[in-house]
């Protein structure tokens, strides 16, 4: 992991910290570094993880509950089968529960 820039290091751990059958948002992450205004840099963090699903990038959604972002083989399909097996996500849904912290 040394290899990586600070910041995606940072992201990822935040990311690794992550309950299964959990969801938090890009500026969920970018709260917990300090920096509140750097979702979308959490967002390219995370589309370079190569440690899934050691870093579950798949538990983290877009602040207005929809799928986003999933760079993983199988897009956003696999990120939503993940999601429903850890069962974070209703079967069929396209937006998130109320219940994902943002």
Avoid at 37 to 46: E, F, P, T
Wanted: proline share 9%; net charge positive.
């Amino acid at each position: 992991m040394q290899d990586y820039p600070a910041f995606y290091q940072a992201v990822w751990k935040i990311c690794a910290s992550i309950p299964k059958g959990e969801m938090r948002t890009y500026g969920w992450i970018a709260r917990r570094l300090g920096k509140p205004r750097a979702a979308r840099a959490v967002g390219q963090a995370l589309a370079k993880n190569p440690f899934a699903p050691l870093v579950p990038c798949h538990r983290v959604i877009g602040s207005d509950g929809r799928l986003t972002g999933f760079s993983g083989p199988g897009g956003l399909q696999a990120k939503r089968r993940l999601l429903e097996r850890e069962g974070a996500l209703p079967a069929g849904t396209k937006i998130a529960p109320r219940s994902y912290t943002r």
